[in-house]
């Protein structure tokens, strides 16, 4: 850890005394006054660039909106992979007030056609491949890091046109701080679930999250992280960029395929304090790690979330990273990231246990939230009334940071909100007594055998304590006898018949009967169906078991 962690929140705290409300261009112009020659991006093969730098950038793409007809509340998807061009255009974005969709270059032409549509994109700026599905998107201009071009008639703008367009333009509203509840962001929803729906998100919001981010983790003032994760979701983007900006932070990015080996090559190279990762890939690092040992110096923070992570990982990323602050966290898009994070002096037993207590807000908190941000309930959902201390039930929160709704899906809406303004976010769980929350899994997820509640969370902490089990994930499949029974996807870190038959009969004892899956299924690293932030889709898994119990 580095420093005293109250010595890092004084400064933050001196830093932000009060909480100002803005846009996320205005903290970032403030940063940039104050810091201009502290280096903001650092990306692999490329000279970094300073905050004076990025905001010079930034200006110039922003004037290019304005050239191209962008205006305050404009929709403007991005198409892009981690890089400062992302980054320059996201704050270009916000410097003009547009709203930003945020779009994964690896979706489908399905997928990329409902995105554009249902967003009600008048414009995309991409630095990939161009697709013929933008042409059906009704979009008014796509503008490209190229060069020119044409879709069937829609016009394509390269980049260096584009930026020539803007030279002389002037934003009149630069500096203005009344903004920061204007959405900033419509974030489509990651694909563990099969109906992407898009998260109307305020600048104000992001930046609440990302501060009190800031708070629980302590940062100290110019955190380089390194950030492997695509900024088209909020963890990377919260977490990483945002974070960055609010202690004069820098970003690190490398683009292709996580690698371990030069994964590890850049972060030493690039003198990472802390890195943003899931599970699959805090994994690979330490089984790198294992064979190649290694120090890196200026590591001393880990944060390692958004999937269900075995519980051998986390003794593990001491030992082999040498850090002693690792921490997960709990959240989800509809609360801007993070709303619960363990501590960075927490155990190991807790973070194989909990998912974190809900983030002290600092100066951006409301005193009737006691200082948070956002609060929590623990519902019954057939009686709707709070479950009691202890007691499993579906999370319901309200609070500054939640949004307000997703875009253009009033039947989603009326289905997740109550008529008081509670959000049903669809996970279960209970607070332990110290205010943590034990995470059961997705409503969606949980399972009845013979009228037998049963978390696929709780399974899969269990089992993947058996010394066999490198990865797992536990479903459940419908059964004539029993209404359902479970299936448990298993990835060995050595696939034998032998380890094979030690794995089930640690279930056996380490489970009651009833919980004990009926189905083992096993899979090797490439078989795993994730989403681009590294999740395993719980929806194709469901699939793929059923197609093994129809055989």
């Known amino acids: 850890m580095k420093g005293m962690l109250k010595d890092r929140l004084r400064e933050l705290d001196e830093l932000y005394p009060v909480w100002e409300k803005k846009t996320i261009w205005e903290h970032f112009v403030d940063t940039a006054d104050r810091v201009p020659d502290q280096d903001f991006i650092v990306a692999q093969g490329r000279e970094p660039y300073t905050y004076r730098q990025t905001k010079e950038e930034s200006l110039r793409i922003a004037k290019g909106f304005l050239a191209a007809g962008v205006r305050p509340g404009s929709h ?6 981690n890089g400062p061009e992302q980054i320059f255009t996201a704050l270009a ?8 969709i945020p779009v994964n270059p690896s979706l489908s032409a399905s997928e990329l056609k409902f995105v554009l ?11 990939g491949p161009l697709r013929p599905e933008a042409e059906q998107a009704g979009l008014k201009q796509v503008i490209h890091l190229g060069e020119a071009g044409s879709l069937k008639g829609l016009p394509v703008t390269g980049w260096e046109s584009f930026l020539a367009a803007g030279q002389g333009m002037e934003i009149p509203w630069l500096g203005k701080a009344e903004y920061g509840d204007e959405p900033s962001d419509i974030i489509y929803t990651s694909g563990s679930t099969k109906a992407p729906k898009g998260v109307l998100l305020t600048h104000d919001m992001l930046m609440r999250s990302a501060f009190a981010s800031c708070r629980s983790r302590g940062f100290e003032l110019g955190r380089r992280i390194f950030v492997p994760l695509p900024m088209f ?4 983007y919260v977490e990483g960029l945002l974070a960055a900006i609010l202690v004069g932070g820098t970003v690190l990015l490398r683009k292709g395929k996580f690698v371990a080996g030069p994964v590890l090559d850049f972060m030493e190279e690039g003198k990472a304090n802390d890195i943003l990762s899931v599970p699959s890939q805090m994994m690979a690092l330490i089984t790198e790690l294992k064979e190649r040992p290694r120090s890196l110096k200026s590591l001393h923070a880990v944060y390692c979330s958004a999937a269900a992570c075995p519980s ?49 807000g600092g100066c951006s908190g409301l005193e009737e939230l006691g200082g948070r941000q956002i609060a929590y309930r ?14 499993t039930g579906e999370l319901w929160c309200k609070g500054l940071v939640v949004t307000k709704g997703y875009f253009k899906r009033d039947q989603a809406n009326a289905r997740v909100f109550t008529s008081d303004g509670w959000f049903k976010t669809g996970d279960c769980g209970c607070f332990d007594e110290k205010g943590y929350l034990i995470l059961a899994g997705r409503v969606d997820d949980m399972y009845k055998i013979n009228g037998e509640n049963v978390s696929p969370q709780f399974l899969e902490e269990v089992l993947s304590s058996c010394p066999q089990i490198y990865t797992v994930c536990v479903t459940g499949v419908p059964d004539q006898k029993h209404g359902q029974v479970g299936a448990a996807f298993l990835q060995l870190y050595e696939d034998t018949p032998q380890n094979r038959e030690t794995a089930e009969a640690y279930a056996r004892e380490h489970l009651a009967k009833f919980q004990v899956p009926k189905y083992f299924i096993y ?11 590294g999740k395993i889709q719980r929806f194709r898994l469901k699939e793929m078991a059923q197609a093994v119990v129809g055989k």
């Open 117 to 127: 549509n249902q967003s009600e994109a008048e414009y995309l700026a991409a630095d």
């Open 378 to 391: 623990v519902v019954d959902r057939k009686t709707g009334l709070d479950c009691a201390p202890g007691e």
């Open 312 to 360: 051998w990982v986390w003794p593990q990323i001491r030992k082999n990273l040498g850090v002693d602050d690792v921490i997960t966290g709990y959240g989800m898009t509809e609360v801007c990231g993070a709303s619960m994070q363990t501590a960075p002096d927490d155990t190991d037993e807790v973070l194989q246990t909990r998912v974190g207590r809900i983030l002290p």
């Open 93 to 100: 974005a916000s410097a003009v007030r547009a709203v930003k």
């Open 523 to 533: 899979l090797k690293t490439e078989d795993w169906p994730r989403t681009s932030t």
């Open 233 to 236: 979701h909020v963890y990377g």
């Open 76 to 81: 403007v998807a991005l198409q892009m992979e």
